[in-house]
Each structure stands twice: as C-alpha cells, then as structure tokens.
C-alpha cells in the first residue's frame, strides 16, 4: 500500500524512532519527552487529514485513532480499551508511545533444553 503522502514513511521512520526513545525513557522510570522536532509546533497548520492519515499508519493496528469536537482521541485495540486524548495530533502521539512503551511485552525466555514454556 501506497500513502498518498510521500513523505509518510519518513514520518514513519521518525515515529518509530522517538518510540524507542521513549520506551527507553519509560524504563529507566521518566516521563517520555515530545521528541525536538515537535516540542515548539504551532498547530494552526495541522491539515486534519493528512494528520489523521500520518497517526493510523503508525499506530493503527494497535489504537483507534480519530478526531473530533476539536480533540485528537486514540483507543488501544486490545482487551484494555484504554483511551487518550490530546488537543494536538504531537500531544496524542506522546501519549500513545508512552502506553505503547509501558505495554511492551519482552518475548518468552526459552525453558531449559531448549523447549519454550
């Protein structure tokens, strides 16, 4: 699948990296940081769209993600159902990597001899 931004995947890119960041921030037990680039954004230039388009690629299969009544909203897909909101999409988007950050699972240990649990 094609975005009709071509500049998504680099956004892509650049959200998939500030998530690290932020789970490494969540781990060592600090709040995650809006990365620099998104710190001083004025929202008044948002398009909607393609803001919408930009957060369901990188989070859409694990949030719901929508907009409305002037709030940006995301909801995790899982049994959970926890939802967030933010009056920016950079504000959600913090908000959405510090749950993803708090809900990573690390993969199962493998049990002696080799067998997994």
């Given at each position: 699948?094609k975005p009709a931004d071509p500049d ?110």
């Amino acid at each position: 699948m094609k975005p009709a931004d071509p500049d998504a995947w680099a956004r892509l890119g650049t959200q998939l990296h500030d998530a690290a960041r932020a789970a490494r921030q969540v781990a060592d037990g600090r709040e995650p940081a809006p990365p620099d680039d998104q710190r001083h954004r004025d929202v008044s230039g948002v398009d909607q769209e393609r803001a919408l388009d930009a957060l369901r690629l990188a989070w859409g299969d694990a949030y719901d993600i929508g907009f409305g009544r002037g709030e940006w909203t995301a909801t995790s897909r899982d049994a959970g159902k926890r939802a967030f909101t933010g009056d920016t999409p950079d504000a959600l988007t913090v908000k959405i990597r510090a749950d993803w950050a708090r809900q990573a699972i690390p993969p199962p240990r493998p049990a002696p001899h080799g067998r997994m649990p």
